[in-house]
């Protein structure tokens, strides 16, 4: 046995090395070519192929692969071994593969292949290949040293496959503070995800740690190598939930060769095609408001202002509105440039009810008025008598520009402000003016007086945009990921559906994690009912593999123990690590213990550790007494733009996406964590966040999430 790993290693060592020469080689010829800077577009072409080799090549000179497959095809006498890597890498110049990119066709049988003797299938551009499975190894090749060979299936040994050894060795892995590419152990149910078709709106429901938000960078990478001919990086788009996330998430795509994506936040692109006419109202005290503790605290139902404003119904509400203005749009009046001459409404409305049916309102506007310019011109072209020419022409300009002003031109901001006014406009009904509740109108006011909006005002305002505008190409999308989408509305996502061609879109999120129940959904069919049922696909992903089991199994008691029973539980990979601890810390330690144990734990092997506490004040007030002991924290707010790694202070809602070698939950007592859905939401996110190692901390009473929790996998202290 001994020696066979040996001569494994043996092996790879030799095949390695002549990676190595050709990497090399093939490096060395490109470096007798200078960069091309010239104007002629054919060398310009060949300088950006070599740009990509050398670029590839550098890539593959630390790194070269990470995994092999022996795989015979079904005809063939022979296994091949399938080198795996981040790039692909061809052997001047006979063009052998010496390595296969992991998003080519047969890379993904080293994804979904988890053992057994079966014949396996792939699917090739010339359809179904079938075969067998020989060997599958797992290689760790750093700065390139041969670290580790670990063979995870051998025909030839006992036909098992090994507990995946090398995935445990992976997780087991401190962070740092970015989120990292996981080429080398990408699971079987990921896999599917990442390599589905391009042409439909992918739902992704994963729990906590489930790999969602990598699987979507990752399946990024793979539409840009397998559609390459009709998507473009430029073109797609990924929304995350803040500015700090997207900081965290902003390693990956770089890490697999992937640059120019567009990554933004909802609010963020919106205000952009908005021209910044309006600015987001304090999101601070939005937070503050719906995260306050105490018997205060507003219901998350379907009367908030953001669970009306995101449904669908207030979408067709003001679609209705703006039929409403489209029918009475225009000065409905005969136009007379000058006295004895006109143009008759009748003819007018012609021109803007059937010719310019098909333009977008303002742009009609626009064609309409052109038009009657240009008849204005026409007529003033028939009178000869040189001195009434002149006069004409003095009051023409003046009555086009008075009849102009009968005709509004509104921006979505001035439209929906006047719509939802003080005043409402003449042509809006009474009966539908009447189905909004008066409150949510004169909120709404109150914020519009001062061009603010809530984030639930973008999507209208953005559709108001659309019906003026129309959707220019260049605002379109080849393919949209949102991630955190439980927090999205189904007005949000229509409107990025009229942005997105072809459906294309993968969208993912957790239920269990829908914190912001104030605007986000309860059910994915909510989503789904707004896409074409054949153009629709829907995931699972149960297994997390952030945390330990110990962790696993305590985030999911917290949400067992709340009012709402969960549909899904996570299920853990094999790792196991510390109990999770339920201490009791009076006020008066609070700080003190939190310096010690912080020192502690940074001590030791870790290096990301957060404490996280409910609201916004209380991480302030924490951060004071922190830094007032010496210590250098990092407070992270609503409106953070990084993300440092380190010490952390963090408000729970905040936390969410992110994840810590080692979690503090604070005040994890009845007043700050109830049953109540919405707290044990937010207790799991909190939980969740750990890699390796939890505490929750209370004063007085534990909250009643945790309580009874009792096994192998808590310990009370
Ligand atoms: N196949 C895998 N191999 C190695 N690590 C993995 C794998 N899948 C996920 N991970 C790791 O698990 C952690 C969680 O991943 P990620 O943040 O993408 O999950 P998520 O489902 O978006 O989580 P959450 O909803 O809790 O924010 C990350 O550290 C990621 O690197």
């Not at 015979?72 to 052997?91: A, D, R």
């Not at 136009?335 to 803007?352: E, N, V």
Request: hydrophobic content about 40%; overall charge negative.
């Amino acid at each position: 046995m001994e020696s066979s790993v040996q001569s494994a290693y043996q092996e790879e060592l030799n095949r390695l090395e002549e990676t190595f020469k050709e990497i090399d080689r093939q490096l060395a010829e490109l470096a007798k070519i200078p960069p091309y800077t010239g104007h002629e577009h054919t060398e310009q072409v060949l300088e950006s192929i070599r740009e990509g080799r050398r670029r590839n090549l550098a890539v593959a000179q630390s790194e070269p692969y990470f995994g092999r497959l022996d795989f015979q095809e079904s005809g063939h006498h022979n296994p091949t071994p399938l080198y795996i890597g981040k790039v692909g890498l061809e052997k001047d110049p006979t063009l052998e593969l010496m390595v296969i990119d992991w998003r080519a066709p047969v890379a993904s049988l080293f994804y979904s292949f988890t053992g057994g003797n079966e014949a396996v299938t792939y699917d090739s551009p010339d359809g179904m290949v079938e075969g067998l499975v020989y060997l599958k190894r797992n290689l760790v090749i750093r700065k390139q040293i041969l670290q580790r060979v670990v063979d995870t299936f051998d025909r030839a040994g006992d036909n098992m496959a090994v507990t995946d050894e090398f995935l445990l060795y992976r997780l087991g892995e401190n962070k740092d503070n970015r989120l990292r590419d996981i080429v080398s152990t990408i699971q079987a149910e990921q896999d599917a995800i990442i390599r589905a078709v391009k042409n439909s709106a992918l739902f992704i429901q994963g729990v906590a740690g489930s790999g969602k938000t990598t699987v979507a960078l990752h399946r990024l990478a793979f539409l840009l190598y397998q559609y390459r001919d009709q998507v473009r990086a430029e073109r797609m788009i990924i929304f995350a939930p803040n500015r700090m996330f997207l900081d965290y998430i902003s390693g990956v795509l770089p890490e697999l060769g992937v640059g120019h994506i567009q990554q933004t936040t909802f609010t963020d692109w919106a205000l952009e095609l908005l021209d910044h006419e309006v600015k987001p109202a304090d999101q601070a005290q939005r937070l503050r408001y719906w995260f306050q503790i105490g018997g205060q605290r507003p219901t998350m139902d379907d009367s908030a202002p953001g669970r009306v404003k995101g449904s669908v119904g207030f979408m067709r509400w003001l679609d209705r509105a703006l039929q409403q203005y489209e029918a009475s749009a225009g000065p409905q009046a005969d136009y007379s440039p000058w006295d004895g001459t006109k143009l008759p409404a009748a003819t007018i409305r012609q021109w803007y009810d059937v010719e310019n049916k098909h333009e977008p309102l303002m742009k009609r506007r626009e064609r309409v008025l052109a038009r009657i310019k240009r008849w204005q011109e026409m007529e003033l072209d028939k009178v000869w008598e040189v001195h009434l020419k002149k006069e004409y022409k003095k009051k023409a300009a003046q009555r086009l520009r008075e009849y102009t002003k009968q005709w509004t031109e509104y921006t979505p901001f001035t439209f929906y402000k006047e719509l939802l006014g003080p005043q409402p406009p003449a042509y809006l009904s009474s009966e539908l003016l009447a189905e909004l509740s008066p409150e949510l109108i004169r909120e709404t006011q109150a914020l519009l007086k001062k061009k603010l909006v809530q984030p639930e005002d973008l999507a209208p305002l953005l559709f108001i945009r659309s019906r003026f505008y129309g959707i220019h190409g260049e605002l379109t999308f080849d393919h949209t990921v949102i991630d955190e989408a439980q927090d999205f509305s189904p007005f949000q996502i229509t409107l990025l559906n009229m942005h997105t061609r072809n459906q294309s879109f993968t969208i993912l999120g957790d239920l269990s994690q829908g914190i912001h129940a104030y605007q986000g959904i309860h059910d994915w069919k909510e989503f789904m009912s707004l896409f074409e049922a054949e153009k629709t696909a829907y995931f699972q992903l149960n297994r997390s593999y952030r945390s330990t089991m110990e962790i696993i199994y305590f985030a999911n008691a917290v949400l067992m123990n709340s009012a709402e029973k969960p549909s899904v539980l996570a299920e853990p990979v094999f790792r196991s690590g510390d109990p999770v601890k339920i201490r009791q810390v009076g006020e008066a330690q609070l700080a003190g213990q939190l310096q010690q144990e912080m020192r502690r734990l940074q001590s030791g092997e870790v290096s990301t550790v957060a404490v996280l506490a409910r609201t916004e004040e209380r991480c302030e007030q924490l951060h004071r007494s922190l830094t007032a002991e010496g210590m250098q924290v990092h407070l992270i707010g609503a409106g953070q733009q990084h993300y440092e790694g380190g010490l952390s202070i963090v408000p729970t809602f905040m936390a969410k996406g992110l994840e810590f070698d080692a979690v503090i939950i604070v005040d994890a007592d009845p007043d700050h964590y109830s049953a109540m859905p919405q707290d044990a939401k937010l207790l799991y996110v909190g939980c969740t966040r750990a890699l390796h190692s939890l505490q929750l901390w209370y004063d007085g009473t534990p909250s009643p999430l945790i309580a009874s929790i009792q096994g192998d996998f808590a310990v009370s202290e």
